[in-house]
C-alpha cells in the first residue's frame, strides 16, 4: 500500500521545503521538492503513481516522528499511576513515535529477565516504537556483556537518589561502570551527599516536610555541579560515551563540550526548559521534579544551549504520579511529572519566541537521539527507512483541557495553557496511529482525536534496533 503525503512543509537534516512524501508499506520511498505542480495537484514524484491513500499536508509542517529517550512509562510495578498503553497512547497524540523507558519499575530493569519482561509487555501494548534502557547497579555489571547491544539504547546510571539499589555513588563501582559498559551511558547527575545535608538543615528550619519553593535549594546546583563533573572526568579517564540526562544549572552547561555527539552530550528536558523557580507559586508541586527545576537564570542558559550545541537533545523525563501522590512539599511529595502529550507543541512555543528555529527543534527530537544512540532506519525523512512522521498545523490554537490527556494519571502542568501548534497526524511504521481532524464537536477547539491499533492486542509500535 502506498501513502501519499503531499503539500506540506518538510523539516529534515537543516532544511524546510514544501514537498512530498511517497511511503510504500511501513518504508519512505520517496522525499522530494515540490517544483511545479500537475494535473491533480500532484507533484511530478506523485503523478505517476495510483496510490490508495493521499494525505493533504498543505498548511502543515511535516517533521520525522519525535525520538524521546528519556520516559517512565511506570510498568511493571507501578502501574496505579501509568502503563505502556496509556502513555504509548499520550506519545502518539504528541508526534512521539519512538521511546526509551527508564528502568526504576517494579522489578527494576536489572536483570535480564526483566528487560525481557517489559520487551513482552510493549509488543502487545506500544501504540509506538519501544526500547527500554538496563539499569546500572552496585553489583550487576557482570551481566553488561550478556546485553543484546542491537536491542537497547544504552545503560542508566543513577549518581543521584533514586529508589532500591539503583543508586551508585560508590567509587569503586563507578570506575566498574564507566570502564565496562559496552553502550552509552545515560547518567542522572546529584550528589546524594549534599542532597542529605540540605535536607537536614531545611527540616531544622521548616519540620519534617519542607515547602516546596525549596526544593531547588535542597537538590541545589552544588548537588548537580559536583556530580556531573564526577561523571565527567570518569567518562573521560574511561573514554566512556556518556549522555548525561536533564542537565539544570548554568554551570553544569559550562563543562559541556558543544557538538560532540560522540563522546559527552547533554539533554534538557521540556520542564527545564519551560519552568522555572517562579513557577512555584503557581504550579507547587505540579513542576516537583529530580534535579530540581532550577532559576530564571538557568533556565535561559538552557535555552541557549539548544543552539550553541551544548545541548544535544530534548526529553521528557515523562514521570506519571497521581495528583494524591503529588501532594505535600519537598519531604513528601512525588518528583515528577507527565509531559509527553504537549511536548512536542510546548517546544513549538519556543521557536515562535525566536528562541530556536523548526530545524534545530527537529535535530533536538529526532536527528540527535537517533545519532547518540545509533538507531537504526529511524529519526530521519530518508528513502528506505521506517516511516516514522509527525504533522503538525501552526496557528491551530488549542487548550489543554483534562479530558484531552491520554496519560492514565489526567493532570498535566500545562492544563489551561494555549498552544499554537497541534499536532494533526502521528504515522508510525508507515500506520496512521494518531490524528486530530478539523471536525469539531460541541465547538470543543480540541478537536476530534482518534488512535488506531491492528487489533486489540495487536499495535503497530515496533521494538527499535540499534548499531
Same mark, same amino acid.
Given at each position: ?188 547527575? /546529584?550528589? &546524594? ?7 537536614? #538543615?531545611?527540616?531544622? %528550619?521548616? *519540620?519534617?516536610?519542607?515547602? +516546596? ?53 547533554? /539533554?534538557? &528536558? ?7 523557580? #517562579?513557577?512555584?507559586? %503557581?504550579? *507547587?508541586?505540579?513542576?516537583? +521534579? ?64 525566536? #528562541? ?112
Amino acid at each position: 500500500m502506498k501513502t501519499i503525503i503531499q503539500g506540506g512543509t518538510i523539516v529534515n537534516e537543516g532544511k524546510a521545503f514544501v514537498g512530498s512524501i511517497v511511503i510504500d508499506g511501513e518504508r519512505l520511498l520517496e522525499v522530494r521538492e515540490m517544483t511545479e505542480p500537475t494535473e491533480g495537484n500532484l507533484s511530478p514524484l506523485t503523478s505517476h503513481l495510483s496510490p490508495q491513500k493521499i494525505i493533504d499536508a498543505t498548511g502543515c509542517y511535516v517533521l520525522p516522528g519525535v525520538i524521546d529517550s528519556h520516559v517512565h512509562f511506570r510498568e511493571p510495578g507501578l502501574t496505579e499511576k501509568a502503563d505502556i498503553e496509556s502513555e504509548s497512547r499520550a506519545a502518539a497524540a504528541g508526534g512521539v513515535t519512538t521511546f526509551f523507558d527508564m528502568p526504576n519499575t517494579n522489578p527494576q530493569t536489572t536483570t535480564l529477565e526483566a528487560l525481557e519482561q517489559k520487551f513482552e509487555l510493549a509488543s502487545r501494548k506500544s501504540h509506538v516504537n519501544y526500547s527500554f534502557f538496563f539499569g546500572a547497579t552496585n553489583d550487576n555489571t557482570s551481566l553488561f556483556p550478556q546485553l543484546d547491544i542491537h536491542r537497547i539504547p544504552g545503560i542508566k546510571l543513577f549518581m543521584g537518589s533514586s529508589t532500591g539499589n539503583m543508586l551508585v555513588d560508590r567509587d569503586e563501582a563507578l570506575q566498574r561502570i564507566f570502564s565496562e559498559t559496552p553502550l552509552p551511558l545515560m547518567a542522572h547527575c /546529584e550528589d &546524594t551527599a549534599i542532597i542529605n545535608q540540605n535536607m537536614q #538543615v531545611f527540616k531544622v %528550619r521548616f *519540620g519534617d516536610d519542607p515547602p +516546596v519553593w525549596a526544593h531547588q535549594l535542597i537538590r541545589s546546583e552544588d548537588a548537580c555541579m559536583a556530580s556531573t563533573q564526577k561523571a565527567i572526568e570518569l567518562a573521560v579517564k574511561n573514554q566512556t560515551r556518556l549522555h548525561i540526562a536533564h542537565v539544570s544549572t548554568k554551570e553544569e552547561l559550562e563543562m559541556i563540550p558543544a557538538n560532540c555527539l560522540h563522546s559527552i552530550t547533554a /539533554e534538557a &528536558t521540556v520542564g527545564h526548559l519551560l519552568f522555572s523557580t #517562579v513557577d512555584y507559586q %503557581r504550579l *507547587g508541586t505540579r513542576i516537583k +521534579v529530580n534535579p530540581a527545576i532550577k532559576s530564571v537564570i538557568d533556565q535561559e542558559a538552557l535555552r541557549q544551549g539548544l543552539t550553541d550545541g551544548r545541548i544535544s537533545t530534548i526529553g521528557t523525563d515523562h514521570a506519571p504520579h497521581l495528583l494524591s501522590q503529588k501532594e505535600g512539599g519537598c519531604a513528601r511529595a512525588a518528583s515528577g511529572m507527565p509531559s509527553i502529550q504537549f511536548a512536542l507543541p510546548a517546544m513549538l512555543s519556543l521557536v515562535d519566541e525566536g #528562541v530556536l528555529t523548526i530545524e534545530r527543534l527537529v535535530e533536538l527530537m529526532a536527528h540527535n537521539p537517533a545519532r547518540i544512540f545509533e538507531v537504526r532506519n529511524r529519526g530521519f525523512l530518508r528513502p528506505g527507512y521506517q516511516a516514522d512522521i509527525t504533522i503538525v498545523r501552526p496557528h491551530a490554537p488549542w487548550t489543554v483541557t483534562e479530558d484531552i490527556i491520554e496519560s492514565k494519571c489526567k493532570w498535566s502542568p500545562f492544563e489551561g495553557q494555549q498552544f499554537q501548534w497541534r499536532v494533526e497526524k502521528t504515522l508510525c511504521n508507515g500506520h496512521l496511529v494518531y490524528e486530530n481532524e478539523d471536525e469539531y464537536e460541541d465547538e470543543n477547539e480540541n478537536g476530534v482525536r482518534r488512535f488506531a491499533r491492528r487489533s486489540e492486542n495487536e499495535m503497530f509500535g515496533q521494538p527499535v534496533q540499534f548499531r
